[in-house]
């Protein structure tokens, strides 16, 4: 295996089960759709699946100085993309090779690289670790927009009730919150972090109001009903809305959150008289005290993540009702701050103070440092619970409606 030191070896597993859940990922999908696009401004399928491996080879066997045995495949599988409004990618199916090739490869560099007589570092590891779990999120965006005969649905349990969400702001009074986190932990030792997660540094929020629950879909039927373009997530079938779930349509759940973008999100919040909080009043809301000089390590207090906490950790495919999850809620009583949808702030995503790119990936962060791209916070039903610490930050373009991504409001 890649790594020869027990302070590793934790790693080394996650990212052994990684590879076996990214896998699984790729098997849900028809043979024949690998070679569709289903999200336009993102590559063909077939991209994904050498896009790991060629990944974690450029990544590994790079500081290992081996020499590649494929190089063709290293670079045309090495980035995705993020193209501008209006650009959207031109390639033919015809330019990307057989996946009986691309798998072949795949086995070759998993074997290379565990039979690396090297002790790869901590750092390096976790990167290959995280990135391949963001892609098992980002991937299940393109699944989702794949039409459904493509893919072969797994077994799916159903969605747990939740009483009916009544609509309530919650005062949050002002404090200090912590946004980032230290380089060095307590004793010393190194932290992994995104480039983008550091330094740690104090931000201090005045006092506000924010919507107890997510808006769902209930509440932006309204804002439809009055003139508003559905989300790209709603279908109109029959003279009723539903919604394009991973494996079927349903008939609109009105209490499952909305999944919008962030240019929906910003105009729904106008609409009712309010606005989207920036990235420190959701910290504030979700990790904050009423003491006001403690923070929690997540809204629900200290103890590790839990499926009881939210709608997080790929146990689910969709949404579940914005009220499920009442053991998730923060010491101000606001409910699904992290999982059941990512959620749009306020706050363009631009580097924290003293920021330092990766030097073995100095374009991770700084290529979306262009102000066309907003910080959303939390977690879906898709992310893993490693995403879950405070200080990580996600961010997209403001009209991208693939995401799982909603929000909340608040006022003053
Ligand atoms: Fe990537």
Known sequence: MIAKTTTTTYLTQAFAQARAGTDALFGLVRPEAFYDRPVPERHRLI????HLEAFDWNLITQAAAVPSFHQEFDQLFAFGIDPKPGHPPQDE???????????????????????????VSKQMLSVALEHRLMHAETFAYLLHSLSIDQKTPPVVSPSPPGPSAIPVMIEIPGGTVTLGQPRKDRYGNNQFGWDNEFESHEVSVASFAMSKYKVTNGEYLQFVRAGAKPPHFWRWRKGQWYQRSMWEEVPLPLDWPVYVTHEEASAFAVW?????????????????????DEERTYPWGDDQPDRRRGNFGGNRWDPISVTATPLGDSAFGISQLVGNGWEWTSTVFQPFPGFQPLSFYPGYSARFFDGDHYVLKGASARTDPRFLRRSFRNWFRPNFPYVYAGFRCVEH
């Open 47 to 50: 991209f994904y699946l050498g």
């Open 93 to 119: 199916p015809s330019a990307w090779p057989k996946i009986e090739e691309v798998e072949q490869y795949n086995v070759r560099v998993r074997r290379a690289i565990d039979d690396l007589c090297i002790d």
């Open 272 to 292: 009712t008289g309010k606005r989207l909080p920036t990235e420190a009043e959701f910290h504030r809301a979700a990790y904050g005290t009423v003491r006001g």
